[in-house]
């Protein structure tokens, strides 16, 4: 599955791939890279008791909620330099 992509600018043609911010001409994010642990467990929890989820779901959510996740360090600093936000 595919959480985002990236287009180069038209200029782009370094190769090997050594893209930086300034690259990047298009960037789109499907999943939720602002969704800290908190929140993911808040949503699984509330989501459980009112039968939005079913237990099974909420059970494999909790057995990877520690799992390593580029969210923050790595695409949360991309989009903000993307913007222009020093990081």
Not at 22 to 33: A, N, R
Request: charged share 20%.
């Amino acid at each position: 599955m595919n959480q985002g992509m990236v287009r180069f600018s038209p200029s782009f043609n370094k190769q090997p791939l050594e893209a930086t911010l300034k690259d990047i001409h298009i960037f789109t994010v499907q999943g939720h890279p602002e969704f800290t642990q908190p929140i993911v467990d808040g949503l699984v929890e509330q989501r459980a008791s009112s039968g939005v989820i079913d237990a099974e779901a909420a059970a494999d959510a909790k057995r990877r909620q520690f799992w390593q996740n580029d969210g923050v360090p790595v695409v949360g600093k991309a989009i903000w330099g993307i913007l222009g936000v020093p990081v």
